[in-house]
């Protein structure tokens, strides 16, 4: 159980363009998942919290125009990426628990973003 | 949260046990402790959790230190698919409302 799928496994996009990130909680609701982004050879950090239904909370440093967070159900968040840059090429990554269940976070597979 | 200090690398031969050590001295009474494992160029995997008990599950064993200071992670028979960044966290259940902070954990090389 607490399956978390992501989509696509990677992308490569063009400067300037945006590229949409899907998380999905397959086999529960999910009313808040969380988006991490990890750079080579250092470890995950902490984006977003995505919450069903309201705004997402972001970490300091993360700018919430360019890192567009969409949470329209429980069973679904989506990260996009506006005006890609090369310096946003990074592995993304997605998490999120079975709060009823109140079972340990449960991670995706990642997105590997290459801005050319 | 409670901040953890894991050894940066390790090796191990393949089929021994891996002891993947982590200290936690400033956990307090209602932290978990939680260990996670990252393949290369994958979300991390959830591996076991516990509070005070051992903890054993199809895929490690978890000791606890009764003063609840350090922990253990054991693999008992390592297989070169166990090559692994390990990540020891300390957290409320579940781990609560917020994300999880990850730390640098501890690159595990299985040798063959």
């Known amino acids: 159980g607490a399956v978390v799928s992501q989509h696509p496994s990677w992308v490569i996009c063009k400067s300037g363009t945006s590229v949409k990130i899907e998380c999905r909680s397959l086999?529960?609701?999910?009313?808040?998942m969380f988006w991490y982004r990890q750079f080579p050879k250092q470890s995950l950090m902490l984006m977003a919290t995505?919450?069903?239904?309201?705004?997402?909370?972001?970490e300091q440093g993360v700018e919430k125009d360019k890192f567009l967070i969409n949470h329209a159900s429980l069973t679904l968040s989506t990260l996009t990426v506006t005006s890609a840059h090369p310096e946003d090429s990074s592995f993304y990554i997605c998490?999120?628990?079975?709060?009823?269940?109140?079972?340990?976070?449960?991670f995706g597979n990642g997105t590997r973003l290459t801005v050319t | 949260d409670a901040k953890t200090t894991q050894p940066p690398s390790m090796d191990c031969a393949e089929g021994r046990a891996a002891n993947l050590p982590c200290n936690h001295s400033?956990?307090?009474?209602?932290?978990?402790v939680y260990w996670y494992r990252q393949i290369h160029s994958q979300g991390p995997q959830y591996i076991i959790h516990?509070?005070?008990n051992n903890e054993t599950n199809e895929m490690a064993s978890l000791i606890i230190t009764e003063d609840r200071k350090s922990s253990t992670l054991i693999l008992p028979h390592a297989t070169l698919r166990d090559t692994a960044v390990y990540y020891c966290i300390v957290r409320v259940a579940g781990g609560g409302a917020d994300g999880l902070t990850f730390g640098k954990g501890t690159h595990l090389i299985i040798q063959p």
């Open positions: 086999d529960f609701q999910a009313t808040t």
């Open positions: 998490s999120a628990r079975d709060f009823q269940k109140n079972s340990p976070l449960h």
């Open positions: 400033t956990i307090s009474g209602n932290e978990y």
């Open positions: 516990g509070l005070k």
């Open positions: 995505s919450n069903e239904g309201s705004k997402a909370t972001y």
